[in-house]
């Protein structure tokens, strides 16, 4: 059975820091792709960042380059995403899913772990 499990998010000022980690079981982790997304109230679901296991190769969506890094430890089966400078914009519930490559479909989701970014 495919798990992910989503944790270390909380309350930050802004200017502050958060990483958020994804524990994943269930395939094999290099075979995959992990994608981190976010929904705030109100509006629709965005896709934040992503990572392909097998070659490392990353992608952000344009609103957090520069202040996010999406990164994996393969040998935890772990996906990090570590975001600075963060904004209240950042203000969501964020959740991990599961993809085959980061162009394709996810289909396999966390539960989400909320991050609030207060001014």
């Known amino acids: 059975e495919v798990q992910l499990v989503e944790s270390g998010g909380g309350l930050v000022q802004a200017g502050g820091s958060l990483r958020l980690s994804c524990a994943a079981s269930g395939f094999t982790f290099d075979d995959y792709a992990i994608g981190w997304f976010r929904q705030a109230p109100g509006k629709e679901r965005e896709g934040v960042s992503c990572?392909?296991?097998?070659?490392?190769?990353?992608y952000h969506t344009d609103s957090v380059k520069g202040r996010f890094t999406i990164s994996s430890d393969n040998a935890k089966n772990t996906v990090y995403l570590q975001m600075n400078s963060l904004e209240p914009e950042d203000t969501a519930v964020y959740y991990c899913?599961?993809?085959?490559?980061?162009?394709?479909?996810?289909?396999?989701w966390g539960q989400g772990t909320q991050v609030t970014v207060s001014s």
């Open positions: 899913a599961l993809a085959t490559y980061c162009s394709g479909g996810f289909g396999s």
């Open positions: 990572i392909n296991i097998s070659d490392g190769r990353t």
